[in-house]
């Protein structure tokens, strides 16, 4: 089957960094995204990375490695407004998201 | 508009009702998607369409069905409402399906009694 797993909250504090992991399992790999969403609202597109390697904008960066089934996202210089939960999917050999079930990041002052 | 829209922002139906939920975007996006998100089990596929005229099942496809007559809108209906599908529903839209990053309504939040 196909799985996507992240942990299911972290603590981080303003002005630190924190790195949040996701696995994966899938029928075929197209590609895999990084969205943010807070609390009530809709998601938001952060990244998308194809290829291995570590892709940086700005504060948040995101690292992939195909043959671990492995990406990272990183957010430096945490802000209170990071607080919100991220969302590792991946698209598959059909070319449809898989998603995992999000990460929820607590930003504490 | 800018972007993609839902309506309504939320409703309460009882069990057996139809009810259909609208979308549209005006970013003329060949792809659009229905998913669900419950706690706990993140965004999960009902139904989506690669291109206007075409559409397909996702993971949980079972009591809704979908349309897509033009580019622009993908509505969503539940024929008869149980409480299982109480849930935040999200419209989305890509420029193409799979490596395209997908744009989100703001959701509606259905509560079926």
């Known amino acids: 089957g196909q799985n996507i797993d992240q942990p299911t909250e972290m603590t981080a504090t303003e002005g630190a960094i924190v790195q949040i992991n996701c696995t994966y399992q899938?029928?075929?790999?197209?590609?895999l995204f990084w969205y943010q969403q807070h609390a009530g609202e809709a998601p938001t597109f952060l990244s998308y990375?194809?290829l291995d390697g570590l892709e940086e904008k700005g504060r948040f960066s995101s690292f992939l490695s195909r043959s671990k089934g492995y990406s990272y996202l990183l957010l430096k210089e945490l802000q209170m407004k990071d607080s919100a939960s991220y969302l590792c999917?991946?698209?598959?050999?059909?070319?449809?998201?898989?998603w995992g079930a999000g990460t929820k990041l607590i930003i504490k002052p | 508009i800018a972007g993609i829209t839902q309506a309504p922002t939320s409703q309460i139906l009882a069990a057996g009702r139809r009810m259909t939920l609208r979308c549209t975007q005006d970013?003329?996006?060949?792809?659009m998607y229905w998913y669900r998100q419950d706690l706990g089990l993140g965004l999960r596929l009902i139904h989506y369409s690669n291109t206007a005229g075409t559409t397909g099942k996702g993971e949980v496809p079972d009591g809704y069905s979908v349309s897509r007559a033009n580019t622009d809108d993908f509505p969503l209906t539940l024929a008869s409402a149980v409480p299982s599908q109480t849930s935040v529903y999200f419209c989305?839209?890509?420029?193409?399906?799979?490596?395209?990053?997908?744009?989100f309504g703001p959701g509606t939040r259905l509560t079926v009694l």
């Open positions: 899938t029928s075929g790999f197209n590609g």
């Open positions: 989305a839209s890509s420029k193409t399906s799979g490596s395209h990053e997908q744009f």
């Open positions: 970013m003329r996006h060949n792809a």
């Open positions: 999917a991946v698209t598959d050999s059909n070319y449809q998201l898989i």
């Open positions: 990375n194809v």
